[in-house]
């Protein structure tokens, strides 16, 4: 027995002998702020929405986030990460279920574990889904979402993780920190097969049409939502280095100068657009921010990272009225903001990623972008994620024509359960009070609007007019100024 532990000791030591504590403590702390990005992309969706349809969208929050876990830990951990694969296009089944991880590091000589390399790296597969999920707002029905994010893990994005950080295109030499293809770009053009897919909201018998255009319930609610999604994504970035050094600073640094270079821009623009100030258009420009410095915060010189977001923000917010352009109801407007963006931050990571920036954790070697004399850097980047638009919008369209084929799972809700809500139509809860009552919602505020007449019949006579000042119009659409309710004494 004594000679059994003595074995198990060495090979421990042999096992966790490149190990760095500072790296596996900072590396478990962005585990956890990354989850942080679940609820925030919900809530940041869920203020572009009608509160009949909020709680869906939570509830297929956190199904994305158990189902892909999940599926992550069987198979798509190895699938996409394993380094004893011979593809350069897909990885092998050696890791599946962290079979016989024990206290390894998942590539040799790695300062952190392989199972915290997972905690860390399982989140990445939850966010793109989550981000092109999100498509389904106000149309989409759960449970064919759920098997198409299955299919779309499996399909798509882990091969396309595997070619940019193993692969391909690592080999070709194309540029990519912290996921703008696998995630951004992918999600984003996703999220514009799935919309088209779906249909407009309200009209599910056609694909392209006209795209409702209303205010969402709550700008507070997508406000809460991008804070925890901005918080989360210093992580992300600062984490996919997994370790801590003078790197880790600059790719810290870069996350907040793009994000708030990108808002301050977008907003400015926003303004002289429509004549307002929007903190809706703050927060995507914070987005944009975050889209355009992932596959360059740690190749960018500070100065870099501010000028390339002023240019991603100023032609993201010119497409802004990109689905009326096209007629695609994206509702959650993730083809600009995260394919659009995406596209942006790949192909300007090809004229300013610095070789000098990149050395500062004593490993990595690049030849630079076009800042450092090596032009033909452009043209793996654009072949990077011409790559992988076409090969996400090829297959996300395959995944939902065959799960739309399955028997009880049609993708897009019927135009009645699309004015009943998809709360109401789907789930046991709704956001407010009643629940699925609305027959007491109704005659609650019939008894109310019975109070306020009688109130005015107490200073008038017989007959009179209610006012409404705020509110909205009943199919949904632009808040109204004045509407007229005439009303009669009681006898």
């Given amino acids: 027995m004594y000679e059994a532990l003595l074995k198990r000791e060495t090979s421990l030591e042999k096992q966790t002998s490149s190990m760095v504590t500072a790296d596996v403590v900072y590396i478990l702390f962005c585990s956890f702020g990354v989850f942080l990005i679940t609820p925030g992309i919900a809530m940041y969706y869920m203020g572009f929405m009608k509160r009949k349809n909020i709680v869906q969208v939570l509830f297929q929050s956190y199904m994305t986030t158990a189902v892909v876990v999940i599926l992550w830990y069987l198979i798509g951990y190895s699938i996409a990460n394993s380094p004893s ?8 089944l050696a890791h599946a279920a962290l079979h016989n991880e024990e206290a390894k590091p998942l590539l040799e000589d790695g300062s952190i574990p392989s199972v915290v390399n997972f905690c860390f790296n399982v989140f990445f597969p939850v966010a793109t889904a989550q981000i092109f999920l999100g498509a389904i707002g106000e149309r989409g029905r759960v449970l064919p979402s759920q098997i198409i994010g299955i299919l779309f893990t499996i399909a798509v994005y882990s091969p396309q993780a595997f070619w940019t950080w193993s692969g391909w295109l690592y080999n070709l030499g194309a540029l990519d920190f912290a996921g703008g293809g696998p995630v951004h770009i992918s999600s984003g053009v996703a999220s514009l097969v799935y919309s088209f897919y779906l249909g407009p909201r309200g009209h599910p018998e056609v694909k392209i049409g006209k795209v409702p255009h209303y205010k969402g319930h709550s700008a507070l609610t997508t406000f809460i939502g991008v804070t925890l999604i901005w918080g989360a994504w210093f992580c992300f970035n600062s984490g996919t280095l997994l370790a801590v050094n003078t790197r880790t600073g600059y790719i810290f640094l870069n996350t907040i100068l793009a994000s708030s270079f990108a808002s301050v821009t977008y907003v400015i623009l926003d303004k002289l657009i ?31 990272a ?31 903001v995260h394919g659009v963006g995406g596209i942006i931050g790949s192909t300007l990571t090809g004229i300013f990623a610095s070789k000098t920036i990149a050395g ?50 049609k993708v897009t809700a019927d135009a009645d359960a699309q004015e009943m809500g998809m709360d109401l139509y789907e789930m046991s809860e709704t956001l407010d009070e009643f629940g699925n009552n609305y027959d007491e919602f109704f005659s609650s505020y019939a008894h109310r609007l019975r109070e306020i007449a009688d109130a005015i019949d107490h200073h008038k006579n017989r007959h009179g007019t209610i006012e409404v000042l705020e509110g909205t119009s009943a199919n949904g659409s632009d808040s109204i100024h004045s509407v007229n309710v005439h009303y009669e004494q009681k006898v």
Wanted: net charge negative; proline share 3%.
């Fill in 274 to 304: 429509t004549g307002k100030y929007s903190l809706m258009a703050a927060c995507d420009g914070v987005i944009v921010g975050l889209v355009n410095i992932t596959p360059s915060c740690g190749f960018y010189p500070p100065w870099a």
């Fill in 360 to 409: 500062y954790d004593g490993v990595t070697d690049i030849e630079g972008g076009w800042i450092n004399g090596h032009f033909v850097q452009l043209g793996h980047q654009i072949a990077a994620w011409t790559s992988i638009v076409i090969w996400t919008a090829v297959f996300t369209y395959i995944i939902i024509f065959i799960v739309d084929h399955i028997p009880g799972c």
């Fill in 85 to 92: 694969s011979s593809s350069t296009m897909y990885g092998d």
């Fill in 306 to 336: 501010a000028i390339t977001s002023i240019i991603n923000a100023s032609i993201c917010r010119s497409l802004g009225n990109f689905n009326q352009w096209v007629g695609i109801d994206d509702s959650s407007h993730s083809f600009v």
